[in-house]
């Protein structure tokens, strides 16, 4: 009879991981890959004051008496080549 890859070991044999240990072995894995973990803070697109922030601009753009021409450049560089 052929035996199944993936069973799981017998009842006490092993302890599981902890979410420590499981992060810290996810990691070297990473970086025996060549990649490296860096932090990266971005707005929080979900707060009110962001919100606030970003209609206040828009609005700003579309009273601009160049928001057609703005329109087109932002188009122009936001096109993906096929």
Do not use: C, Y
Not at 42 to 61: C, G, K, M
């Amino acid at each position: 009879m052929l035996s199944k890859p993936n069973r799981k070991p017998k009842r006490g044999t092993t302890r599981a991981l902890t979410s420590r240990e499981k992060v810290q072995a996810h990691r070297k894995r990473l970086r025996a890959k060549g990649l490296r973990p860096i932090t990266l803070w971005v707005p929080d697109t979900r707060s009110r004051a962001f919100i606030a922030e970003a209609r206040r601009q828009a609005q700003l753009l579309a009273r601009s008496p160049h928001h057609k021409d703005d329109q087109v450049f932002i188009d122009a560089v936001s096109e993906w080549p096929d």
